[in-house]
Nanobody, 119 residues
Framework: QVQLVESGGGLVQAGGSLRLSCAASGRISVINTMGWYRQAPGKQRELVAVVSSGGSTNYLDSVKGRFTISRDNAKNTVYLQMNSLKPEDTAVYCC?????????????WGQGTQVTVSS
């Protein structure tokens, strides 16, 4: 059974920083892309950042220059460093992993962590 467990959310003032972590555990053969999504109340879920197994990254335009995604392949963990946070970054952040477990490739999701940025 594969699990993705997130940590690091919380309440921060505008301009502050938070670091999210997401660790994948279980019977994992290969992890391809890992990423972070967010969903604010009344809005659609959006992709915030993604990192490939080789380290290539892509970001939502509104977070470029403020957020940095990284991964530690030895720990099956992906991180999201969020700097210069804005109230509009407030959302539930979920990690996602495209991986192979028991010969089956599929996407897995974390339970989500709340990020609240006060003005």
């Amino acid at each position: 059974q594969v699990q993705l467990v997130e940590s690091g959310g919380g309440l921060v003032q505008a301009g502050g920083s938070l670091r999210l972590s997401c660790a994948a555990s279980g019977r994992i053969s290969v992890i391809n892309t890992m990423g972070w999504y967010r969903q604010a109340p009344g809005k659609q879920r959006e992709l915030v950042a993604v990192v490939s197994s080789g380290g290539s990254t892509n970001y939502l335009d509104s977070v470029k220059g403020r957020f940095t995604i990284s991964r530690d392949n030895a720990k099956n963990t992906v991180y999201l460093q969020m700097n210069s946070l804005k109230p509009e970054d407030t959302a539930v952040y979920c990690c996602n992993a495209d991986l192979i477990s028991a010969w089956i490739r599929r996407e897995y999701w974390g339970q989500g962590t709340q990020v609240t940025v006060s003005s």
